[in-house]
């Protein structure tokens, strides 16, 4: 087990909801990302945390946003839920070092109907 | 283009068979590559990390050749418990940030 743990595992909204999701890094990991992975897609680049700043932003619009807090745990939020939201949202813990090995969590399922 | 783009597969392979899967990459700028494996509803993970010089684990070997861009995984005698999709993955650094771009990845079924 990598030690990266998330919650909820699974999860049912509706439309137009909003959702919060949690992550809890690895031990002394200061860096989360968190992905997005549609069925049969691989995983794709949402945002990554770094010292409880956003340290980089892939191709998602602004109703994705996230928090770090100083325990290196990370929220990720995402407001009027779309029915393309469904999928699996994966957590990813690292040391910002030159091997940026990323070790992930269990995931989150969304299902948003 | 895709960012990364792989074989989707599946490859069926019997027990025993050797199975090499190939991955390209469109951003020379990358500056890491790995091998992530990803069971059935489960998450991605890490497999192995991927040199210029090559590198091997039991029976798995990656290569990278950054002139071609191009990334490998080699598995020798294939088990049952080698059945899952492998992921190619590239990081490239944007400032201080580590963005993992992701292939569709490979399904390998193996069988008896």
């Known amino acids: 087990e990598t030690g990266v743990t998330q919650s909820p595992t699974h999860l049912i909204k509706t439309r137009g909801q909003q959702v919060t999701l949690r992550c809890s890094s690895q031990?002394?990991?200061?860096?989360v990302s968190w992905y997005q992975q549609a069925l049969g897609q691989g995983p794709q680049f949402i945002f990554q945390?770094?010292?409880?700043?956003?340290?980089g932003r892939g191709n998602f619009p602004p109703r994705f946003s996230g928090l770090q807090f100083p325990n290196y745990s990370s929220e990720l939020n995402v407001n009027a839920l779309e029915l393309d939201d469904s999928a699996l949202y994966l957590c990813a813990s690292s040391l910002p070092s030159e091997s940026f090995e990323q070790y992930f969590g269990p995931g989150t399922r969304l299902t948003v109907t | 283009r895709k960012e990364v783009e792989q074989d989707p597969g599946p490859f069926n392979v019997p027990e025993g068979a050797t199975v090499a899967f190939n991955c390209t990459y469109s951003n020379s700028a990358s500056q890491s590559f790995f091998w992530y494996r990803q069971d059935c509803r489960k998450e991605p993970k890490l497999l192995m990390s991927v040199y210029s010089s090559g590198n091997e684990d039991g029976r798995f070997t990656a290569q990278l050749n950054r002139a071609s861009q191009y990334i490998s995984l080699l598995i020798r005698d294939s088990k049952l418990s080698d059945s899952a999709t492998y992921l190619c993955v590239v990081n490239l650094p944007t400032g201080t940030a580590s963005k993992l771009t992701f292939g569709t990845g490979t399904r390998l079924q193996v069988t008896l």
């Open positions: 945390y770094y010292r409880e700043e956003e340290n």
């Open positions: 031990s002394g990991h200061n860096t």
